[in-house]
T-cell receptor, first 115, second 109 residues
């Protein structure tokens, strides 16, 4: 089984629908992240969580919400999906390395299409 | 101006060639990461480095902190190396990563 599992892998939905992307990990990492990737742009951070009681907005959090149900689970919700939220979404986890920086482990990605 | 810039954006090589992908950044960092994204979309961490050089198989990553520049080298390239290579930096001001736009590498047989 993968260290970081994302579900669903692919989803097509309509404008206005509520969508949840789920992420679970077996790495035992405290830190979890949600990123989106758009063609021609680098990965951009939506939300991140350093532990179960810690949730932080990233650079593009508008239109999204998250829930850290447990150390191993971090869900991303789109309350009312819109077409410009069509993108590839990645969950990632990290542990703090000896240098103070974070080594990331990524999920396989969730491709979301909003019609 | 992006805080992390990669060059080239696209690179096509013949099998066996030596490949270099460059990354420049404009912020203070605690570490720099090189990631590989295959056509299926999955992203794998290749290196995390804060100084000097690291080697893994045919891949070599170097960083010059003073010049705020890193390079990823692939020796004896192979078609299976075809992927998007992404540079990212862990900024000293926070705990988040800032990503470059990626370099699309195609290695032809």
């Amino acid at each position: 089984d993968a260290d970081v599992t994302q579900t669903p892998r692919n989803r097509i939905t309509k404008t206005g629908k509520r969508i949840m992307l789920e992420c679970s990990q077996t790495k035992g990492h405290d830190r979890m992240y949600w990123y989106r990737q758009d063609p021609g742009l680098g990965l951009r951070l939506i939300y991140y969580s350093f532990d179960v009681k810690d949730i932080n907005k990233g650079e593009i959090s508008d239109g999204y919400s998250v829930s850290r149900q447990a150390q191993a689970k971090f869900s991303l919700s789109l309350e009312s999906a819109i077409p410009n939220q069509t993108a590839l979404y990645f969950c990632a986890t990290s542990d703090r390395g000896s240098s103070g920086a974070n080594v990331l482990t990524f999920g396989a990605g969730s491709r979301l299409t909003v019609l | 101006k992006n805080e992390v810039e990669q060059s080239p954006q696209n690179l096509t090589a013949q099998e066996g060639e030596f490949i270099t992908i460059n990354c420049s950044y404009s912020v203070g960092i605690s570490a720099l990461h090189w990631l590989q994204q295959h056509p299926g979309g999955g992203i794998v961490s290749l290196f995390m480095l804060s100084s000097g050089k690291k080697k893994h198989g045919r891949l070599i990553a170097t960083i010059n902190i003073q010049e705020k520049h890193s390079s990823l080298h692939i020796t004896a390239s192979h078609p299976r190396d075809s992927a998007v290579y992404i540079c990212a930096v862990s900024e000293t001001s926070g705990s988040r990563l800032t990503f470059g736009e990626g370099t699309q590498l195609t290695v032809n047989p």
